[in-house]
């Protein structure tokens, strides 16, 4: 059974930064694609980053690009999220999920597996 588990959620203050944390466990991860989501109140959840197991490929959403960066370790099982130049409208709960197939992919609909959740908050 798949279990992700995020981490590294804080309150930080505009400019700064935070590394999240998805410890992968349940099976081998070879071939799977991993991504970090975010859903800010009254919104719908929005694709953040994704990277294949490999890590060959890495796809991100316009608004993070060139602050945020994708990363995984394949011997803690673990794919980070580092978060630089944080904004306040980059405030939300992030969800770290998987996706059995090396595919780059933004809907979160396409993803089988779903963390709980770590709540980051950027104030101005």
């Known amino acids: 059974q798949v279990q992700l588990v995020e981490s590294g959620g804080g309150v930080v203050q505009a400019g700064g930064s935070l590394r999240l944390s998805c410890a992968a466990s349940?099976?081998?991860?070879?071939?799977?694609?991993m991504a970090w989501f975010r859903q800010a109140p009254g919104k719908e959840r929005e694709f953040v980053a994704a990277?294949?197991?490999?890590?060959?490929?890495?796809l991100y959403v316009d608004s993070v690009k060139g602050r945020f960066t994708i990363s995984r370790d394949i011997a803690k099982n673990t794919v980070y999220l580092q978060m630089n130049s944080l904004k306040p409208e980059d405030t939300a709960v992030y969800y770290c999920?998987?996706?059995?197939?090396?595919?780059?992919?933004?809907?979160?609909?396409?993803?089988?597996?779903w963390g709980q959740g770590t709540q980051v908050t950027v104030s101005s």
């Open positions: 999920a998987a996706i059995p197939r090396a595919r780059l992919t933004v809907s979160p609909t396409s993803y089988n597996y």
């Open positions: 349940g099976r081998t991860f070879s071939g799977y694609t």
């Open positions: 990277i294949t197991w490999s890590g060959a490929n890495t």
